[in-house]
């Protein structure tokens, strides 16, 4: 399945010219986005509702933080095969020029992030970012066990990586009873009062720290974050829009 992945990604990243689709009154216009809920069961198969709850919310989340919905996705590999949920990314990327936002949640392994019924390895991960977003400014987050693995392959001047662990490390949430996975739990209970990328990231690794410490996690999680040159004088102009009261 991996193989196919990969030979499906290498077809379809071929390229289709970008068209210029812009949010109005935003420092997020011209950004694509894509949320895409890669998994919906726990860890035995059973189907779950926090990925999906995290997808939904994820969502109206950012929609309020000034990205547009013209100009997001959001994918649930429940209800789409990988190939169709990897077309949407490209086809939403190609609506806009400026600036790229990827959040995958998912369950991880040590060497890969389950990406429904296949593998999505960092090398296949690194090639979709290179892929759909090319030298736009580029935001991708990673919440799933072991998502540090993600940050070397995807390292770069305009890139931003956040993920929800170390590469040697499980996160936490993913049960019945949870309503959405802990980090991205604290990335919804983040965003709302943070400035810019920087900020949530900063906010979602302190609540996680939090949540961990009063469950008396044994092996914290310690979710990683990355900010290539380019990006570290460029996100702080980025400020996530506020509602008006």
Known sequence: ???????????????????????????????????????????????????????????????????????????????????????????????????????????????????????????????????????RPTVVIVSACYSGQFVNALEGPNRMVLTAARRDRTSFGCGADERYPWFDGCVLESLPAAADFLALAAGARACVARKEAEAGVALPSEPQLFVGADMQLRLPTLRFERPAP
């Open 1 to 135: 399945m991996r193989g196919l992945l990969i030979l499906w990604l290498a077809a379809a990243i071929g390229g289709t010219p970008a068209a210029a689709a812009e949010a109005r009154d935003s420092r997020f216009a011209g950004w694509t986005a894509a949320i895409v809920q890669a998994d919906w069961r726990d860890g035995r198969g059973q189907p779950i509702e926090a990925f999906d709850n995290a997808r939904r919310d994820l969502v109206e989340a950012f929609l309020r933080a000034g990205f547009a919905r013209e100009t997001m996705v959001d994918v649930s590999l429940k209800n789409a095969p990988p190939q169709r949920a990897l077309q949407d990314l490209q086809e939403t990327a190609a609506l806009g020029t400026r600036g790229c936002l990827l959040y995958f949640t998912s369950h991880g392994a040590p060497d890969h992030l389950v990406f429904g019924e296949t593998e999505m390895t960092p090398d296949v991960m690194a090639n979709l970012v290179r892929g759909t977003c090319g030298a």
